[in-house]
């Protein structure tokens, strides 16, 4: 069954590890993120923009397709289903159809709205067992259609959204969503540092986890981050392996355009780099 991400995440920064948010685009998506958790023992979170779920035809599909998924495969490590980057509405609309934990990015308000809309998500979600995310300070680059100018989050904005009671932050410390281009300054480490001392115990999470640097992923965890999301990576690592299968003329050799077989390599690549990932977090037998 699906479980709120709460747990999950106050035992990863108890541990000093990270969980993973493996964002899914579609059936294939799902299943080799859900396989990848269980043979690795580790605990998961599914993330689901607006614009992939609307183009899985729905919140409802999605909800419908993780639960099954869940039952069919045998899947005994906790898996939270998480709305990335929701809007109001959207957030709403995502705890109604099933989903155990929402993210509400009110980043692009000024902080007062911030707070107030933060604040109803939150009374929503809670009374339903359904975990909340929020985001001070805009996530830089283009995450399904949502822009982030990329700004460093003011420690005390966040110290104002944690004191709500929300379960996990999303904090702008440099970090940006797609490929990080070559003059990227880095991660800025002394805001963390001080939002980490701001909020104490609040899971921290970090967005835009795919390129950055081992090291640097490491010493964000050492500051209290305890979520990491990659989506991008994914996508790299399907379309590579896709495309090598197609260039060597695989979809040509008996039935090898059957989706079951053309779909499978980039599946593979999928399951390889979630495995990787889970690795880095050490996430890897904490279920």
């Known amino acids: ?31 080799a993120v859900l396989l990848t958790a269980q043979e690795n023992q580790s605990p998961v979170i599914l993330g689901v923009s607006e614009g992939a779920g609307k183009y899985m035809t729905g919140f409802k599909t999605v909800a419908a397709m993780v639960i099954a998924m869940l039952e069919e495969l045998n899947i005994t490590v906790p898996v939270a289903l998480h709305l990335d980057h929701g809007g109001y509405e959207g957030a709403k ?29 939150i009374s929503i979600a809670h009374a339903r067992g359904i975990s909340v995310e929020a985001e001070v300070g805009s996530i830089g680059g283009e ?16 110290k104002r959204i944690a004191d ?14 797609g490929k990080y281009p070559a003059n ?10 001080k939002i980490q001392e701001k909020t104490g115990t609040m899971p921290l999470v970090l967005h835009g986890g795919t390129g950055i640097p081992e090291d640097m992923i490491k010493t964000a965890i050492s500051l209290g981050v305890s979520k990491i999301n990659v989506n991008t990576e ?32 980039g599946t593979d690549a999928i399951m390889a780099t979630v495995k990787e990932k889970m690795e880095l977090f050490g996430s890897v037998n904490q279920a």
């Open 184 to 193: 990227w300054a880095g991660l800025n480490f002394q805001v963390l540092a």
């Open 1 to 31: 069954m699906l479980v709120s991400a709460k747990d999950m995440l106050q035992k990863a920064k108890a541990g000093k590890y990270a969980v993973g948010q493996f964002n899914i685009n579609n059936l294939e998506w799902t299943k």
């Open 93 to 121: 609309k995502a705890i109604d159809a099933g989903f155990s934990s929402v993210m509400f990015d009110g980043s692009h308000y000024d902080i007062e709205e911030n707070v107030e809309k933060t604040k109803e998500i």
């Open 234 to 265: 994914c996508q790299l690592s399907f379309a590579d392996a896709t495309r090598k299968y197609i260039e060597a003329g695989k979809d040509l050799e008996g039935k090898g355009f059957d989706p079951r077989k053309l779909l499978k390599p």
């Open 143 to 158: 995450e399904d259609g949502v822009v982030g100018a990329g700004e460093v989050a003011d420690p005390d904005e966040c």
């Open 164 to 177: 709500l009671g929300v379960d996990m932050l999303a904090a702008g410390i440099g970090n940006i969503h």
